[in-house]
Every structure is written in C-alpha cells, then in structure tokens.
C-alpha cells in the first residue's frame, strides 16, 4: 500500500473504514477496517483491534431504610440499588449482600458485605469503586400472644378470679423462652352469678419473666374477648343452669349465697341497695329444652314467656323484704322434681329496727317482726362497721360528751343479722327519729328491781327480746313498762 499523505488523503475517495464487534465491552475483540476506494489513487486494506473497557458506575443516593421484624437474626433481604450512568434502552441492575449490624430489636446501621451489578446489559458496565451507603433501618419487636386462659370456678357470690390458668406465649421466635408475667394483672368476673361465657375483666398489663427471650425484642397483646364459668356447687340442682333478677336497665340484683344452698334449694341474696322491690323479672334456664318448667307458690303473677331453655317470669315480691320462696321444676315423661328458690331482700329498717330514747333496738319478736328471731348482729352507721355485735345499738355508749346522749338523725344505720337457721337478713337503710328531751326518764337499777331485797319503786313491768315477762334478773335486753 502507497503511503498515504495526510494532507491531501480523503475519506470516500481514497478510502473507507469499517468496525467490527465494537459494541460490547472486551479484551481483542473490536477492530476496524481501513480500505482502499477503489478506483482511487490509493489500494490495499489495514485491520486494527482494539479494546473497549466497561463503563464505571457511580450510585444515584444511598440505600433505602430497612425494616424488618424481630426474628433473632441480623439477615435482611437483598435490596435493588439506583445506579448513575447506565445508557439508554441498557438493563443493568445492582445487588448487594446486606445485614443489620445486630439481631436485637431497635434502629441500627446497615452493613454491607457484597455487592455487585447484574442485568442484560451488566457485561459492558463496572461496578462503582465504593460500597453502598444505607439508612439505617429498624428492626421491629415480634408481637406475641397469651393463650391457655381456663377461668372457671364454684360460686362463691364474688366476681374474684382464682386462677388464670396456665399460660403461655405464642409467637416466640424458636429456641426462645419466657413466662407469662401476671404480677401486675388483676382479673375479675363481669358478674357474679353462675353461668359461662362469663367476660373477665382485666386491670394492669400482662409481661415477660424468666426465660432467655429479651423483652426489648417482644411486644405482648394484651389478651381480650377472654371468658370464664361459674358453676353450682355439687350437690345444688343439676337441671339448672341459672337464675338471674334484673330491673329494667339489667342491673343484677340477686346473687347466689353459697354457703347456704342444699340440695333442695338455692338461697338468692339481694344487695342492701334494693329495698322496697314489689316485683322483679326473673329467668330460668333449665339444661333439658323439652323439659316443662314447673311454677308453684304466691310470688309469681303474669305468665311465662318461654325462649327456648330460658322462662321469663315476673315475680310478686313481699314490699316489707325478708324471705320468699318461689317453688319451681321441671317435668318429662310425666316425672316432676321440684326444687325451691329462696329469694333474700332487705327488710324495711322500720319493721326491725325500734328506737327508744338513745337506743336503737332490733325488734327480735317474731309475733311482730315477720317470723324471725336473731342470733348475731352487725351494725353498721354510715356505711362503715362500727363492731357492734350487741342486740341493740346505744348512742349513750358510742358519743357520750358533755351529758349529750344523742341520736343523730342524719346518721345513715343498717343492720345485718343472722337468724338462728343459719340465714342472714339485712335492714334498708334507715335513720333516727329527732331526739326530744321529755322522752328520756331516768330508770335506775332501784326502781325497776329494787335493790337487797326491796321492793321496786315503779311498780314496771319487764318483759325480754321476745316479749315474754322476765324478772330481768340476768344480763340481756329487756323493755321496761312503768308506772305513771
């Protein structure tokens, strides 16, 4: 080939150049092609090869943050990277291997152990000099739940719980361990009649104890929707499931006494508040759906509204309270078995309760005071118990000053009593009468009795709690009927 003037050579009409492979990055792969026009002043052809190097990266901004929940290790998924100075219609992406720079729960550095660029076009770029950056992420804590709640329990008139059950925790990441804390918790029955279904209330916060689990890594649900029974002691009806008395905004007013239900009967204590009832709606629920509800005895008026297992009646109730009883049962197959209920309210303070002078007296006469004769007393006066066991309650006693012996008659007083059957009867709330000074006379030892012998100067007559004439010779209670 001639030597080529550069001054006066021409590209087309002396010669072309031509390229091979020259698209892709590679070692000794391009080359291009010189080679005479032909025609032309100059002839022969000239190949030279040449190296095109991969394009270098740079990173378009740092890695997202990343999130994940606790779960013991510090591996986090692999994350898409934005790279600068890929060329148009090329496919290169970057990888990279990452990790948190520990397991526990918290915000924490990102660590990068690989990284590459992969795609389509990945052959023809470099990676960028530098590893990534990343905001640092946030490892979450691992929710858990409690499970293994069984409350259950014998009626015993309160909405305690005894026991929880036995708990633990779901969710716990594997190899983990921890108790259920309840330190803090207490628990109780929306109610406490018999039943199941029951919603327990809860109070304080459930936690993590013992174990090797961090509670920094843990969040613990607090349990809700969780349930319990109440059940009849052995020996109570079976056939019966429960008894509820409500008013109209469903207020629960009688409760079960357990200590004194018999297998013939269940006792239903009423709440001091609820003095005065004349009626109440009460409701049966028998176990046996085809059993027919059997009703005998004067409190009941109305009839019986029949759901199923559950019978709403409407019971007459004694105005003055105390005891009644609502006679009861179930038939099938032409066999019956009756049980009753006894149904417990306050009785009216007036009716129990007499004053005299400075001394308030339970009226223990059972021709007078509806049929019960008492053998414990409480006393209670503005709600609190002033520990008085004592028949009768004496103002001289409790706030003798300065020759002052008064009732007060905005004191609030209630009584509860135990009657010789073993059965407890409570007073409605009452108050003294006003004290009037012509009322209070002088009684001595002298002249009721007399004294060594003598005669009594009054001419009384004294009689015990029960009415009967008594020589009032031994300590007690006695009503005194003088001579004017």
Avoid at 162 to 182: K, Q, Y
Wanted: with cysteine; net charge negative.
């Amino acid at each position: 080939m001639e030597e080529i003037n550069p001054d006066i050579i021409l590209k087309s009409n002396d010669y072309e150049i031509s390229y091979e492979n020259n698209v892709n990055a590679g070692e000794n792969t391009a080359k291009f092609i010189i080679t005479a026009t032909p025609g032309g002043n100059y002839t022969g052809i000239n190949e030279k090869t040449f190296t095109i190097l991969p394009k270098l990266l740079s990173w378009a901004s740092p890695g997202v943050a990343q999130v994940k929940v606790y779960d013991g290790t510090a591996v986090t998924e692999t994350k898409t990277l934005e790279l600068d100075g890929i060329e148009t219609d090329d496919i290169v992406n970057a990888t990279s291997l990452i990790r948190f720079s520990e397991a526990n729960a918290g915000t924490r550095a990102i660590i990068v152990d690989e990284y590459g660029i992969e795609g389509a076009s990945a052959a023809n770029y470099a990676k960028p000099l530098d590893k990534p950056d990343f905001i640092d992420g946030t490892i979450e804590q691992k929710e858990i739940t409690i499970a293994g709640f069984a409350i259950t329990k014998v009626y015993d008139g309160t909405t305690a719980v005894n026991g929880l059950g036995t708990l633990s925790f779901i969710g716990l990441v594997d190899g983990e361990t921890a108790e259920v804390g309840i330190s803090a918790v207490t628990a109780e029955y929306e109610r406490s009649s018999i039943g199941t279904g029951i919603a327990i209330k809860f109070s304080g916060l459930f936690a993590m104890t013992g174990g090797d689990a961090s509670l920094g890594n843990y969040a613990v649900t607090q349990p809700a929707g969780i349930t319990g029974s109440i059940t009849l002691a052995e020996g109570t009806p079976d056939h019966l499931i429960e008894i509820t008395i409500e008013t109209k905004n469903n207020e629960q007013i009688f409760e079960i006494d357990q200590s004194l239900n018999a297998t013939d009967k269940i006792y239903y204590r009423a709440n001091p508040n609820h003095c005065g009832m004349e009626n109440a709606p009460i409701q049966i629920t028998l176990t046996d759906p085809d059993a027919e509800l059997v009703i005998n005895g004067n409190v009941q008026e109305g009839k019986i509204n029949t759901n199923g297992k559950r019978h709403d009646i409407n019971l007459k109730l004694k105005p003055q309270g105390g005891l009644d009883t609502l006679v009861y049962g179930h038939r099938k197959d032409g066999v019956s078995k009756e049980y009753a209920a006894i149904l417990i309210t306050p009785v009216q303070f007036e009716l129990l309760i007499k004053q005299r002078w400075n001394l308030l007296l339970v009226n223990n006469n059972p021709k007078t005071n509806g049929g019960y004769f008492f053998t414990e007393f409480k006393w209670f006066k503005n709600g609190e118990d002033i520990n008085n066991p004592l028949q009768y309650y004496s103002a001289y006693a409790s706030n003798a000053k300065n020759n002052e012996y008064l009732l007060n008659p905005k004191d609030v007083f209630n009584v509860d009593l135990n009657t010789e059957e073993g059965i407890k009867i409570n007073t409605c709330y009452g108050n003294p009468l006003e004290y009037s000074e012509s009322q209070q006379r002088a009684i001595t030892e002298k002249k009721v009795l007399g004294i060594n012998g003598k005669k009594a100067e009054t001419g009384a007559k004294i009689y015990n709690s029960k009415g009967e004439r008594s020589n009032g010779t031994t300590p007690g209670v006695y009503i005194v009927k003088e001579k004017q």
